[in-house]
């Protein structure tokens, strides 16, 4: 019995390991299906690309072509909000820009920016006209040259001499373009006055020497910074807007002096996305899809100081003909010249035509693009255009017409272009959403007689290779010309795809059901049905868009309806024993209601830590008020009682010959944490102590956690020699503690009392369930409370809630692998906890058959952590034009696919644990 009970072991094993891989292989084909990359055309526009000809009439594009000014200066500020210019802070931080704007010097735009709200993209619009893929909020890590053509390029080509100076992802962008410049790093969001001062410094020798150049960029950094670490209501906001606008001033002089001088120049201020109230950005809210551009230099034609809106894609083509440059051939965007310069209507109506016959060689590939109200509204305005040319007088009634339709053609024209840029690569999501769903069927079931699985197999094997080919075959046979092909990758992907449909159906046939009707008690029946039943309602809420931006709530709601349920259990039995004398069970189930109604009040109290989601997120919250309190009092006082927390209760569940050594480690590294968060100014600082920026602390920090590490080690030694069962516990307690050392150390100081917290509600939750004999559903309940600490933290489906600053704590460079690491440990903490303590917990519960309890909980935790991912990605897939896709829906999905990924990577290390465990036991013969 125990071999046959330990081949099943080991089968269980080879099935989670068999998952574990292929489940988030299987994510990661579906999101390359989901979020392919945009194949811009690579064409660069040429002078012949400049019409000569509107219809059989001639025009004179030596008048109507030509550049209006000799010295552009583009000034990009990192995350500048709409209402950092229009509302109360603008004209009390930035005194000359509202000067400037209110008597009608600067000319003020409303720019629309889409999502995702992040630095790289944001440049590819304004310097090429172009979309950019979702997949660029990945890839702004790691930005790539642009080969494409871009306005930047365009200026190159036809002499003109640029400089730059700022975010280096402008440098990577278009590495071979600038003739000077000096790079900033963009990722080290601590630094709010090095990466601005960088700028700043150039401009005194860059305004004097005004033969040098002819375009000059810059891109300040530091508000970005600040709004992610202390949001947008920060007192350090104010104080960097005055310094933006100081900068402004000084340049707005010299361009005012050039003009004068006929030395005719524009000074273009612009913000590259905004920023959420929470300070990050990446989303689609108002806050951060609205941003101003200031145009100082021009007439400005706006009438009674009222904002034009246009989009961020509009830059571009502005700018290419301010400059008498080529626009940009992939460029989508409309030129808003008319609200900058009073232009001759001969001038207006050309650059109009050349805008609108550019972007439709783009629209006339669309198909049906005959059928489209834009084309019928381009050939009027194209008519009507030539009939004004060939007439003698030039009659002014028709130039409005003229004018109108071709702006109704060209906003046409480009909205149908946006809709139709992204195009799904529907076989590969298929395939993904087919091999998620069979190993989802694979962890369901169970095993079942050996004849009978056989004939399954074959079975399987047939039918799914049918339909996999079927499906393929309705899609011109695409699968199966790949067999016929000389590509060695090629062939070796089929076959892989092949070896696992195999495997797949294999495993499926190998399994039996759960027959619902052979369950009679009534734990059975909550622990397999209630819980399912509720992730399985959750995953299909998120078919909702308001659902995924609020799917806090959904948690809130089930947790709470959870503990209620449990208060009546507990509350009823009391009554019960009530009626007889006093007794032990009056005592525990009172003692239980206590704990539940103080449960109650702690969650009431945490989920108003960090106010998330998207309808209430404003709200004011606990962080906003600590963080308001100039005397830091507040503050200082959540760290320390989480700190005290964290050490008081390593200091319970320490091993007795190590409790003093333990603790000295942990007040250290308590200590570490202070200081780190006292040099961000969030606490109260010790006097005396020297001002450093929170390095080297930091660097300590790592040191007495690898020293720690080595204390483990060689508590394994001895436990290796003397006690070889407590090797799996050890390492268990090991893994704990340094994951709550680590994200102690990560999160912001209000966040670190939630760690203490999350180890209390589990062990309080757990001794309940134990009680009421329902611990079958552990897993559930440790994964919920994984995903209330996530949203307790402030996270959400949102990109603008992770907190970037957590990824260059104590580094001084950016280097992409550690920085990403740290910004995952931060922001799914919680999650992995609740794991790790699931399965502490149920190792020093169960000390003797911790493999069977170990791969049955890792089995039936990724199991419905599958669930949810399963279904949304048919969901998304159904609803992949749907009005929210990339603003609610694509967000979440990433989420999901990391959550799943991180999840299946941590299960995998503890069944490297477990199976290093049972080769420890194992016998020598």
């Known amino acids: 019995m125990t071999r046959m009970k330990e081949r099943e072991m080991d089968k269980n094993i080879i099935i989670l390991f068999y998952i574990l891989f292929i489940g988030p292989l299987s994510m990661a084909l579906f999101l390359y299906g989901f979020f392919p990359l945009i194949n811009y055309d690579n064409t660069i526009a040429t002078e012949n690309d400049i019409p000569k000809f509107i219809e059989n009439v001639r025009v004179k594009i030596d008048t109507l072509y030509q550049p209006m000014v000799k010295k552009l200066i583009i000034m990009v500020i990192d995350a500048l909000r709409w209402d950092f210019i229009t509302g109360s802070i603008g004209k009390v931080a930035m005194p000359v820009t509202s ?47 642009i080969i494409g053509d871009s306005v930047l390029l365009q200026a190159k080509r036809h002499g003109y001499k640029l400089v730059f100076y700022g975010d280096d992802t402008w440098l990577t962008l278009f590495p071979s373009i600038f003739d000077r410049y000096d790079g900033t790093t963009s990722f080290i969001v601590t630094d709010f006055n090095e990466v601005d001062n960088n700028v700043t410094r150039h401009l005194h020798r860059e305004l004097h020497n005004t033969n040098d150049w002819s375009i000059m960029s810059l891109h300040y950094l530091g ?70 551009l200031i145009a100082i230099g021009g007439e400005c034609m706006q009438n009674d100081n009222h904002f034009k809106e246009i989009a961020q894609i509009d830059i571009a083509s502005t700018l290419s003909i301010i ?191 759960f027959n619902p009707f052979t369950v009679k008690k009534i734990e059975n029946l909550v622990g ?81 830590i960090n106010s998330t989601g998207d309808k209430y997120a404003h709200l004011p919250d606990i962080a906003g008020f600590l963080m308001e309190q100039e005397s830091m009092l507040g503050m200082t006082i959540v760290l320390i009682t989480a700190l005290i927390l964290l050490i008081w209760l390593d200091f319970m569940h320490e091993d007795k010959k190590y409790k003093q050594l333990s603790l000295i480690f942990n007040i250290v590294i308590s200590v570490c944490i202070y200081l780190r968060h006292m040099h961000n100014n969030n606490v109260i600082k010790i006097p005396f102590y020297p001002q450093f920026r929170g390095i080297y602390e930091v660097q300590i920090f790592w040191v007495l956690l690898a020293i720690n590490s080595l204390n483990y080690i060689y508590r394994l030694a001895l436990v290796i020699k003397y006690n070889k069962t407590a090797f799996l516990k050890i390492m268990l307690s090991c893994f704990v503690r340094i994951w709550i050392m680590i994200t102690a150390m990560l999160h ?64 001084q460079s950016y280097i992409p692998f550690v920085n990403g690491l740290l910004l995952l440990i931060n922001t799914y903490s919680a999650p992995i906890l609740a794991y790790l303590l699931l399965i502490y917990h149920a190792v020093l519960q169960n000390p003797y058959d911790t493999h069977d309890i170990i791969t049955e909980i890792s089995k039936r935790y990724i199991k419905w952590r599958l669930l949810p991912v399963v279904i949304y990605t048919i969901i998304i897939s159904i609803q992949r034009h749907h009005l929210f896709i990339w603003s609610v829906f694509s967000p979440k999905l990433l989420y999901e696919a990391v959550h799943f990924t991180i999840i299946c990577f941590v299960i995998l290390v503890i069944l490297f644990l477990v199976i290093l465990q049972k080769t420890i036991n194992k016998p020598k013969y």
């Open 99 to 145: 000067s400037l704007i209110a008597n009608a010097s600067a000319c003020l735009f409303q720019a629309k920016v889409q999502p995702p709200t992040v630095t790289m993209p944001r440049i590819k619009a304004i310097t090429a006209g172009i979309i950019p893929s979702f997949i660029d909020v990945a890839l702004n890590f790691g930005s790539k040259s």
């Open 748 to 811: 912001q100081p209000h966040n670190v009392i939630l760690l203490p917290l999350q180890i209390i509600f589990s062990s309080v939750i757990r001794t309940i369930i134990k009680d009421n004999n329902t611990e079958q559903v552990n897993p559930f309940v440790y994964a919920w409370i994984g995903n209330l600490y996530y949203f307790y933290q402030g996270n959400s489906n949102s990109l603008a809630t992770i907190d970037v600053a957590a990824g260059y704590v104590g580094i």
């Open 528 to 608: 397999r049905w209630l819980f399912p039943f509720s992730v399985f309602v959750h995953a299909i809420s998120l078919s909702g868009s308001s659902f995924v931006e609020e799917e806090h709530q959904t948690w809130y709601f089930y947790w709470v309806t959870f503990l209620v349920l449990l208060l009546y259990n507990a509350a009823t039995k009391l009554c019960l024993h009530l009626r007889f004398y006093r007794n032990y069970k009056q005592y525990l189930y009172a003692q239980t209601c206590i704990k539940l109604l103080l449960l109650l009040i702690g969650h009431r109290i945490l989920r108003k």
């Open 323 to 513: 400059l008498g440059v080529p626009i940009p051939f992939s460029n989508l965007g409309t030129v808003f010249l008319d609200s900058l310069y009073k232009l001759p209507i001969s001038k207006t109506l050309f650059i109009l035509y050349y805008n609108a016959k550019q972007v439709f060689n783009h629209f006339q590939q669309l198909t049906d693009y005959k059928s489209e109200y834009a084309y019928q509204k381009y050939l009027e305005a194209v008519k009507l255009h030539n009939a004004w040319l060939t007439t003698k007088d030039h009659p002014n009634d028709m130039t409005d017409d003229i004018v109108l339709s071709y702006k109704i053609a060209l906003k046409g024209m480009k909205e149908a272009l946006i809709n139709n840029l992204i195009k799904y690569d529907f076989h590969i999501i298929t395939v993904a959403i087919f091999f998620l769903c069979h190993i989802f069927c694979i962890l369901m079931g169970e095993k079942s007689h050996t004849l009978v699985a056989f004939k399954n197999t074959i079975l399987l094997i047939i039918l799914n290779t049918s339909l996999w080919i079927s499906i393929n075959f309705i899609w011109e046979c695409e699968s199966i010309s790949l067999l016929y092909t000389r590509n060695l990758i090629t062939i070796a992907i089929v076959l892989f795809i092949i070896t696992v449909l195999i495997t797949n159906c294999y495993l499926l046939a190998n399994i039996s059901y």
């Open 223 to 292: 508000l970005d910074h600040i709004g992610h670490i202390h949001g947008p209501f920060s007192p350090l906001i104010k104080t960097k807007l005055k310094e933006m606008d100081n900068v402004i001033a000084k340049i707005q002089s010299k361009v005012q002096e050039w003009n004068q001088n006929n030395d005719s120049s524009l000074f273009i201020i612009c913000g590259d996305h905004g920023m959420k109230d929470s300070g990050g950005h990446g989303g689609s809210t108002i806050s951060e899809t609205t941003v101003p």
